[in-house]
């Protein structure tokens, strides 16, 4: 995506987000071909949010631990095309979810995502169960 090397963006976007996000810095996990990821778990250690650099873009999601397929969403999808724009939009996000300003739904079926309760009680199977949460409670 950009015409540099996956290390040197990774060795740029990371100082930067944990500028942002001191707490995240015990967390990062160094992983193969000069990706990061950041694995930072809820106070009730009920839901991972996670932050990656691979593929040299800045990835965020929740993960659960049902396995199953939880959301993640990618930076340029909120018209973030540089680095920088990345880091800004990752930011808005991160803050976001962290304050309980996003709400953090859960579907037995579908695992978590970000997004209103609404936005799934059409598509709801038989027995699935949904919940609204927020970050701090999970």
């Not at 963006?9 to 990061?36: A, R, S």
């Not at 990821?37 to 809820?42: F, G, M, R, V, W």
């Not at 939880?70 to 340029?76: E, N």
């Amino acid at each position: 995506m950009f015409m540099i090397s996956q290390k040197e963006y990774t060795d740029y976007t990371i100082p930067k987000l944990l500028e942002y996000f001191p707490q995240f810095i015990e967390h990062c996990v160094i992983q193969p071909n000069d990706v990061v990821n950041i694995e930072y778990l809820s106070k009730n250690k009920k839901l991972e949010l996670w932050i990656t650099t691979q593929d040299k873009e800045i990835t965020i999601g929740l993960s659960g631990k049902e396995q199953l397929n939880d959301w993640h969403t990618h930076m340029s999808l909120f018209g973030a095309n540089t680095p920088d724009e990345e880091l800004r939009e990752a930011a808005i996000l991160l803050t976001a979810i962290i304050t309980d300003e996003k709400v953090i739904t859960y579907s037995s079926v579908s695992g978590y995502f970000l997004g209103r309760r609404e936005d799934i009680e059409k598509y709801r199977q038989p027995g699935e169960v949904i919940r609204s949460y927020y970050w701090s409670e999970l």
